[in-house]
């Protein structure tokens, strides 16, 4: 963090990598034209990695590379605009939106209301894409962005969420033109689902179930609820 732990004001913590090896690692990807994904928490973090990225070209070389930040958690408002001009990819992870409790207790009630966004960075334009990192129900998480617990004009309608589960996610790995979305052309990835994700309660989320899942067009999961042809 840029400012000490509230519970812990003798430490800020530390960071994994110095921004110098940031750099090296940036380089190599360029290098090995890779696709680069990084587990960032902490607006320090965040604040270091951005820095790193200007210092191995900026926004002319990174813009297009869809560098995936992994959680983001510490995208604070004043380095938003950064992320979303080095064209950054920020997955969030919903489990993390339940432990409000946990992180007014390190981080104090005004960084923690800031610390991990989801409306905001939408607003901000930057590509927002969702995962899980606990419990692998998408519905649970789909609960929890669109009620965000404790901060709930942080909050995204349903679907935003959905579609960044799915179209966006694809966007994430470059695989938008085959997946994300149903359109002719487009693999036939699909689930039909045991209720209307748009329609029932919140705390109804997640009990949703697939009755019928599709890879690619062909079916993997059959609960003999429908007539398939």
Not at 44 to 65: H, I, N, P, Q
Not at 83 to 94: D, M
Not at 97 to 126: E, F, H, K, T
Request: proline share 5%.
């Amino acid at each position: 963090m840029r400012k000490p732990y509230t519970d812990r004001p003798n430490t800020s913590g530390e960071l994994n990598f110095s921004e110098k090896e940031m750099e090296d690692i940036l380089r190599d990807s360029l290098q090995r034209n890779d696709q680069l994904l990084v587990h960032v928490v902490g607006d320090r973090t965040v604040e270091a990695f951005l820095k790193a990225m200007d210092a191995t070209g900026g926004r002319a070389v990174w813009s297009k590379r869809r560098v995936r930040m992994e959680h983001g958690d510490g995208i604070l408002p004043d380095l938003a605009a950064r992320v979303h001009e080095l064209g950054i990819v920020v997955v969030q992870n919903p489990t993390h939106l339940a432990l409000r409790d946990l992180m007014v207790r390190c981080y104090g009630n005004d960084r923690a209301d800031q610390l991990q966004a989801l409306r905001s960075l939408l607003d901000s334009g930057i590509p927002l894409a969702l995962g899980s990192d606990g419990p692998a129900n998408p519905y649970l998480n789909i609960m929890l962005a669109t009620t965000y617990p404790g901060k709930p004009e942080e909050a995204i309608t349903r679907e935003q969420a959905v579609v960044a589960y799915t179209l966006t996610s694809a966007y994430a790995e470059f695989a938008e033109k085959d997946k994300g979305s149903l359109e002719p052309g487009k693999l036939a990835d699909l689930d039909v689902l045991s209720q209307d994700i748009f329609k029932v309660p919140a705390d109804d989320l997640p009990k949703t179930e697939s009755v019928l899942t599709m890879v690619g067009g062909r079916v993997v999961y059959d609960g003999k609820v429908l007539m398939v042809h």
